[in-house]
Nanobody
Framework: QAQLVESGGGLVQPGGSLRLSCATS????????IGWFRQAPGKEREAVSC????????DYADSVKGRFTISRDNARNTVYLQMNSLKPEDTAVYYC????????????????????WGQGTQVTVPS
């Protein structure tokens, strides 16, 4: 059973940085792309970033491009999200996820049947 555990969230002032971690187990990490998503209060969940399994190609939402960096450590089965120049609008619960049908590709849409989520980690950037 795939398991994902996020950590690294917290309270940070505007302009500050945080690094989120997503530790995984229970599946062939090397084979799968991993995505980061976030959900702010009263808003829909949105995709933030994704990293492929093979060559580590990355993808970012326009709202975080140039500020966030996703990376993966296949030896540790862990994906990271480095978040710099944080803004109040980045406040949300951040989740990492893997999809059983996506394989190593990014661009997948989460579904209840195929996507496994972590428990989330709260990031708060006060205004």
């Amino acid at each position: 059973q795939a398991q994902l555990v996020e950590s690294g969230g917290g309270l940070v002032q505007p302009g500050g940085s945080l690094r989120l971690s997503c530790a995984t187990s229970g599946f062939s990490f090397d084979y799968y792309a991993i995505g980061w998503f976030r959900q702010a209060p009263g808003k829909e969940r949105e995709a933030v970033s994704c990293i492929t399994s093979s060559d580590g190609t990355t993808d970012y939402a326009d709202s975080v491009k140039g500020r966030f960096t996703i990376s993966r450590d296949n030896a540790r089965n862990t994906v990271y999200l480095q978040m710099n120049s944080l803004k109040p609008e980045d406040t949300a619960v951040y989740y990492c996820a893997v999809d059983s049908t996506a394989g190593g590709r990014c661009g997948w849409v989460p579904t209840p049947m195929t996507t496994r989520w972590g428990q989330g980690t709260q990031v708060t950037v006060p205004s």
